[in-house]
């Protein structure tokens, strides 16, 4: 009889542990817009799920939405993260400049040419220039990829092939260095850019190498691939609902704690990295996407006049942030750069 009893009892304890365990289970929604084959959903977040898993057990993970499946497109991304679409969203801050003014002074050239080095700057100040920005939410990483090269349907390898030609620029700050160039800026999502080139509706896009090959393809649609190119960045968030994060236990919210930062950040980067060390073997390989596809590098002359016209406009750009209340932007752009 005694012997039944305990054997109730273990059996009502597991009973109990388990249910204990299965109602502290979370599962965090992550929306991302790209599509699943892209690294930050196979590689990076692919990452972070398994480290949030390992670290907590497998009592905390997370579930990735991707091609924009918690709502269509990257402009509304920080929007959906703030009203709890989804509780973990990626995105761009240049998609809603106005809510990251300084953040998106690492995207303009200047000392850094891979996302590894400009990420880390942007972590080296983090604490004293950016921090303030993401007060609505709880900023898991921050993080670059190089804008290292042009995809385009003519060669803008030249100041004047670049005059009066069409070109997105991987943020609307950097209109004015563009239009110091003679090209035309045009603001268009990567999800546009493919139809963009195809149609004529521009002449080129700052692109990373591996833009040319799959997922994004434009090395179908462009004749010229230039490169040595004043390097311009696009930078990334990966953010929490606030309310979601402090919904956490303790121990959930530690594990969050311990990977949020400069750790997530630089894993982005390497993501990015990765990719485009990728990209350029398909390119040295002969990837189906490039046959047709001239390269052509921006040659010392050129690249020392766009550098050139490139360090005026940034006065212009300064002028405008002082201008509208931020008079430390040269101050943050040459920490970002030293």
Known sequence: MKLKQKLM?????????????????????????????????????D???????????GS???????????GAGPV??????????????????????ALFPKSILIVPPGKHTTSLQSTEAIWNVFDKYFADEYNDVKLLGMFTVAGDAWAATKDLSTLDGLSGSK??????????????????????PVTEMYTGLSTGTIDGTSISASQMTPPWNFGEVSSHYIDNIPVSFAVFFVAMNKERYMELSDEHRAIIDGLAGKEVSMMGAQSFHNDSVRGMKAHESGAPQIK?????SVSADERAKMDGLTAEALKKIFAEYAGNGIDNAEEIYNALNK
């Open 47 to 57: 990452w972070f799920g398994k480290e949030v898993a390992k670290r907590s057990n």
């Open 76 to 97: 509304q991304q920080y929007k959906r993260v703030v009203e709890g679409v989804a509780d973990i969203t990626f995105g761009l801050q240049t998609y809603t400049p």
């Open 60 to 70: 905390l993970t997370i579930k990735v939405y991707p091609a924009g499946q918690l």
């Open 292 to 296: 047709n596809v001239t390269f052509v």
């Open 167 to 188: 070109v997105v620029p991987f943020a609307t700050m950097t209109s004015p260095i563009f239009e110091a160039w003679g090209a035309v800026p045009v603001q268009m």
């Open 9 to 45: 009892s273990l059996a009502m304890a597991a009973g109990l542990a388990l249910s204990v365990n299965q109602a502290s289970a979370e599962e965090l929604s992550v929306a991302t817009f790209i599509p699943p084959q892209h690294h930050i959903n196979s590689f990076f977040f």
